[in-house]
């Protein structure tokens, strides 16, 4: 503890400790100017500042200040660039300091379980490892510019349906490998200054006052030293939370929680160091806001414009290119059509809107690069078709080369606050564009959204770019990557299902009666799909470019490991196109083992790479002991059965064109209990267990029966019991059970 720290804890009464670790009001902490304790302000986040100065309330968007409107989380994460995500970290912290904000109430980490919720749009993937790596450098871009970050929603706040109090039932290694490896990672290497506990119940237990996610995961296991808030309203019983490592409720409570506090360490039932701990963490975080707090900090906000349409262009996925009709030729016609060419959807709505500083829409840009005539074709306010509209879009489509619709969701289709409940676009956009293509087949849809949607006319449309929610510059880059003045070097951080009957939690999102099982486990995402061979519209890491990319010559430096150790796996790619693009190489890992059921392949490691034509670059990958374990709860850690692991190198989920081997032994096997219900094969894999049953039965009417093998496989599965009971008297119980006890000895030693 800091010793400026130390001094002012020994200070405060027992009032002021409980006043100091609730919020003064919406966004600033609680200050004794007096004891030189300062005060400091926090502000939303993730993708750009919502800073309110005045009349400090919960949404307010239009009275925030204005601040750069970056690409949204879901957009940011399909860079698949970590360097991108540390230049939002650093631009959005240099906006904090000019405004004298100390934490940005973000990255958002959630793991899209459903497309469903209305939330995924601020969220990074489905999949954990790319998300902690998003977060990972989010934090450190910002933090190193001495702002703190708030690491949000710990944990598993997948669903925006009854999310202050929905009960969500996940079993222990699900909860671990999925929903909290997305924070992992990020809290133990980038050290946020903050986590914001979240609303959702877990098993039982809000996640304001769990035992489990805070205390011993979060405290106890990823020995995480930084505060904990609440999610604004979260707090449910303030001294459970107090108690289990939630030290900052936000925003205030009017003193109700701050007398429970005092009452609970006058009755002894909540112990002063317990209070004071949380107290500590408060007071560092106010140290460490207040010492960055630098009044003459500016920051250029018409550069930041310029920097948001570059990492725009690097989040643009494209998503199908067939006869190469993107780029956009100069000298072509191109007839845009769609309010959203004019008026972008760029963000989404909820505490992450931002007051943008301006807004580059897409149809002036492209006027300035080729030949366009533009239309409306259909409105975003209604979802009925106008039949002037869409009569005047056809007409015009049929006397021009190319056709591009910008197409996408209205706002209220997708926000905080409440989740979709289908997956598709508006039907008279639909209608349009199936209308169009009839017309003229040379037809780009464009998509503004911030989840994936379903694509009725996936066939009939030669190009499809999925833009996201690509922030106050979406408008310049799009333009630039349609014309392919960039080259797209997006890809998918999530699935597009078929449809949404085709998605893992489909039975079970968002639940019924206050409850929802996670019946998927550790199956979300593509984790599924590949486990049930299903045909998807796009897969987890798909995105083209303009140019070609060749992977060859994978090489792993050892073919054997134990898990304790590690392998470098190493791969050359090459542009074979005409033009500089970037390519984003991608190694999942498939545990061969059959030990335990498992997903077929993860994702472990990824690399964007940039390269001129003809350029060749080696890529290399360090893969360890997360790298092939899983969570094993019956050892409450993580554990790599010993086995074949095949390493799998490629440009997405689906394209994976190489792949090498590496053997893994366990130096954590899972110590067996054995009882008389022990299956046979377990017994007979044992050696004590073999010696027994060959001493007793190999000439016994049960073994001959062994040989026929449906009897065989029958007696694998068939208890130890039973056997005592099948061989008349050549294993007794008293035998079995001193096999057993023999078993369970060898087993500890
Ligand atoms: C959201 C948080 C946000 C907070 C403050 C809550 O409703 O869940 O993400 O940071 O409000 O606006």
Known sequence: MKKRVKQWLSKLTLAQKARLVSGADWWRLVSYEKMGIPSIMVSDGPHGLRTQKQNPQPFGPDDSIPATCFPSGATLASSWDRKVLATVGKALGDEAKAEGVSVVLGPAVNIKRSPLCGRNFEYYSEDPFLATQCATAYIKGMQDEGVGTSLKHFCANNQEDHRLTIDEHIDERTLREIYLSAFETAVKEAKPWTIMASYNKIN????????????????????????????????????????????????????????KIIQAVKKGTLPLETLDEAVAHVLELIYAGAKHLDPKATCDLSSHHLLAAEIAKECIVLLKNQNEILPLGSDETVLVVGPFARTPRYQGGGSSHVHPTQIEAALPCMEKLGKITFTEGFSVDSDAEDPAAVAKALELAATHQKVVVFAGMPDAYESEGYDRTHMQLPPNQNALITALAKVNPHLVVVLSNGSPVEMPWVGQAE????????????????????????????????????????????????????????????????????????????????????????????????????????????????????????????????????????????????????????????????????????????????????????????????????????????????PKVFSLNTPMDEIMNHPLGRKLVMDRLSHSPLAAAGTDKMVAQMMTTMPLRAVVDFSQGLISEKDALALVAALNKAEKT
């Open 463 to 670: 190009g499809i770019v999925e833009g996201y929610l690509g922030g106050q510059a979406s408008g310049k880059a799009m333009a630039d990557i349609l014309y392919g003045v960039d080259n797209p070097s997006g890809h998918l951080a999530e699935t597009f299902p078929l449809r949404l009957e085709d998605t893992p939690a489909y039975l079970n999102f968002p639940g019924a009666q206050g409850e929802v099982d996670y019946r998927e486990g550790v199956f979300v995402g593509y984790r599924y799909y590949d486990a049930r061979k299903m045909p998807v519209l796009f897969p987890f890491g798909h995105g083209l470019s303009y140019t070609t990319f060749r992977l060859t010559d994978l090489r792993v430096d050892k073919s054997a490991i134990q898990d304790t150790g590690s392998v470098t796996v190493t791969v050359d790619v090459t542009n074979i196109g005409a033009r500089c693009g970037k390519c984003v190489v991608q190694l999942y890992v498939q545990d061969t083992s059959n030990e335990v059921i498992r997903p077929v392949r993860e994702l472990k490691e990824f690399a964007k790479v940039e390269l001129q034509p003809g350029e060749r670059k080696t890529v290399s990958f360090t893969l360890g002991y997360r790298s092939f374990a899983y969570f094993e709860p019956r050892i409450e850690d993580w554990r790599v059965p010993t086995g074949e692991y095949v390493i799998h190198v490629g440009f997405s989920s689906r394209d994976l064109p190489l792949s090498a081997k590496v053997r893994v032994a366990s130096t954590r096997p899972v």
């Open 204 to 259: 039982g237990s809000y996640a304001c006052e769990h035992p489990y996610t805070l205390k011993h995961v979060l405290r106890d296991d990823w020995k995480y030293r930084g505060l904990v808030m609440s999610d604004w309203g979260a707090t449910n019983d303030r001294v459970a939370g107090l108690k289990n490592g939630l030290d900052l409720e936000m925003p205030g409570n009017n003193g109700l929680n701050d007398k």
